[in-house]
């Protein structure tokens, strides 16, 4: 880093800085309802570049969260053209999202078929074929939920994957893949990180945002 951080300690925020990150933070995520209802309180506008394909956008991250990939997967295409087929993990990701819910409804033959059909090709790539293991071994259990492999059937692994693929879509449309808010999270840790490190290290603990909300 070139620049000192404390350089920058007296550095103020606007208030309507603040509210650009929220609002930021509030159509990354498809909250459109409660950014209509932030922009009335506030007297912001919104820009242009931020109402892209936010309800489409929307339709397709709940399709993920409720598990259903080929919905997603079928939105996706039509909404981001090759985005999937450039995409390899992520669209990795959703084939495996809809077989983990075979899986969850019981249907294992199904789910087999399809493994042997949409994922078997993932095998040859040796990123995969670990991943591959756990999602068919998924198929020995007849409760899956308490297999060692349960983290899959959970839905933050539904989010995860709902996360990537909104940040791949906006970033296909050229706009930003993280919010102001998660940058500058992102940038706060690094920040904290360097002054621990070449600073003071008792002066600088490690930025953590929960021991930061709880102050």
Known sequence: MDLDPRLYEDASVSDNDVRNIVLSYLMHNCFKETAETFLSSTGLKLPVDYTVDVDK???????????DAVKAIELTEELAPNLLENDMDLHFDLISLHFIELIRSRKCTEALEFGQK??????????????????MALLAYEEPEKSPMFHLLAPEY??????????????????????????????????RQYLQQEVDKDSYPPFCLKAFLDK
């Open 57 to 67: 956008r929307k339709a397709i991250l709940n399709f993920v969260v409720e598990g």
């Open 118 to 135: 949409k994922l078997t090709p993932f095998g040859k790539v040796s990123k995969y074929v670990e991943k591959l293991e756990d999602f």
């Open 158 to 191: 539904r989010q995860n994957v709902a996360d990537s693929l909104n940040r791949a879509i906006l970033a296909h449309a050229n706009l930003p893949a993280y919010s102001s808010l998660e940058r500058v999270i992102q940038q706060s840790t690094v920040v």
